[in-house]
């Protein structure tokens, strides 16, 4: 009942679509890493008002389905604010804005290692805030929670057949396309399916591997 | 049709109603899995450990949205034919009980050592040491984490739209094809409404962790 010759003709077309799933999960997780960057910077702002708004935006947009978010972005910023943006861009701002708040947890635990003599050093030296960030506290925090990130590239790459409820044409719509011109179904969506499960589990394997690699070389520097 | 919002409310409400049906039947399924895997993971035989892991892992790896996917649209194909909402909540089951088994094994793990051996001088049986000793104990710890995991439940819940079950997010998209004009709103309050839900649920966990660690203080 598996037929291979169906497989092999569909493949190109999936492995095609596939690309594009790859894409829209780098550039969702660079938008994320940024924009989480300064989430978790805002909320260690002096300002209450910040912190507040920054505590707000995270709690709201944590609490609420991407799916959702997604179609807010596509259908309603035009009307809102006369932005139309592609299915591409949809995906990507609302991916990248989703796990942002993710990610900017991640950040905060990684801020949070880093002991507070180092504050109190960089303030003894006259350094300027910005200057603090930079060059003493971010490359502390960041390499420990490395492995941490790359367990959320993972979850925003098996997130992203959600878009395409906004017709970005990643691997679950192409299946679904290809589906409905031949009304074979079991080997598209069954190809997709291990293409994921392959790639999510090798990748979590190498960052596993990293992880521990980590914690042999540098101890385990992260307490959550 | 000039929309208002109580026009709104008859068809979320319906929707709401499937949402919350979804989402409590794969909350049961997906912690009896959970502690299933979870207690098998930890077993004294290889064969059941490594049976467990496999389900862990697989089910971790795989898209929740592309396991909804195959198991409605590409099973019946090989003659399995599972209704709308049984593909929902085995997706989400399976899925999220592969999550949860993990919370469930470190938090069995995290119960103290002198625990399990105080429950063996006091001769009791395996059975006994795990659900009078350990896994009371172990439980608190599991409901902060399986609350979160809760909330990610109730997320997932909107996934069912893509199978045309009429839940939330269905209803919404109903609503916005009659009064396009309203789409932000529409959205809007579809955002409110799952927040809400969230909050209720980190709520509720929150009360339920007070009462069990009473004994606590």
């Known amino acids: 009942m598996w037929d291979w010759n169906y497989t092999f003709s569909i493949m190109p077309e999936l492995l095609h679509a596939f690309l594009m799933t790859v894409y829209v999960t780098l550039a969702g997780f660079a938008v994320a890493s940024v924009i989480g960057l300064i989430l978790a910077v805002g909320a260690r702002s002096r300002f209450v008002a910040v912190r507040i708004v920054v505590r707000c935006i995270v709690e ?3 609490n609420t ?14 009307l809102l604010a006369g932005i139309s943006l592609s299915a591409f861009a949809t995906g990507v701002i609302g991916l990248g804005l989703h796990y942002a708040t993710y990610l900017s947890e991640v950040y905060r635990s990684g801020i949070d290692g880093v002991p507070k003599g180092q504050w109190e050093a ?8 910005s200057r603090t960030w930079m060059s003493v506290v971010l490359p502390q925090a960041l390499p420990p929670i490395v492995p941490m990130m790359g367990n959320y590239l993972i979850v925003m790459f098996k997130e992203t057949p959600i878009l395409m409820a906004v017709t970005v044409v990643e691997v679950l719509l192409a299946a679904k396309n290809i589906a409905s011109v031949t009304y074979r179904v079991f080997e598209p969506y069954t190809i997709v399916g291990v293409l994921f499960l392959v790639v999510s589990v090798v990748v979590s394997l190498l960052f596993r591997r990293l992880e521990k690699r980590m914690n042999r070389t540098n101890g385990p520097v992260l307490k959550r | 049709m000039q929309p208002t919002w109580i026009a709104l409310f008859p068809l979320l409400l319906e929707g709401l ?13 997906s912690l009896a899995i959970a502690v299933a895997a979870g207690l098998c993971r930890l077993s004294k035989w290889a064969v059941v450990r490594g049976a467990a892991t496999v389900y862990v892992e697989f089910f971790r790896g795989v898209s929740l949205l592309v396991l909804m996917f195959w198991i409605y649209f590409a099973l ?11 593909a929902a909540v085995l997706a989400i089951g399976l899925n999220y009980g592969a999550y949860g088994s993990e919370i469930v094994r470190s938090s069995i793990l995290a119960v ?18 795990m659900w009078r000793i350990v896994f009371p104990q172990a439980f608190i710890r599991m409901l902060p984490p399986l609350g979160n995991l809760l909330i990610e439940l109730i997320k997932a819940t909107s996934l069912v739209y893509f199978i045309t079950l009429s839940d939330l ?23 409110v409404i799952y927040f809400v ?19 606590r203080s």
């Open chain 2, 76 to 86: 019946p194909f090989v003659g399995i034919n599972l209704p709308k909402l049984a």
């Open chain 2, 169 to 191: 997010t269905y209803q919404a998209m109903i609503l916005r094809n009659n009064f396009l004009t309203w789409t932000p709103q529409i959205f809007g309050l579809l955002l």
């Open chain 1, 122 to 129: 960089a303030t003894a030296l006259n350094m300027t805030k």
């Open chain 1, 60 to 62: 709201f947009v944590r």
């Open chain 1, 65 to 78: 389905p991407l799916l959702v978010q997604v179609f807010f972005i596509f259908f309603s910023l035009p």
């Open chain 2, 17 to 29: 109603e499937i949402t919350l049906q979804v989402a409590a039947l794969s909350a049961v399924v």
């Open chain 2, 197 to 215: 839900l969230s909050c209720c649920v980190s709520l509720i966990v929150r009360f339920a962790e007070r009462r069990l660690a009473a004994w």
């Open chain 2, 112 to 129: 103290p050592k002198g625990q399990w051996e105080a429950a063996i001088a006091l001769n009791m049986s395996p059975m006994q040491r």
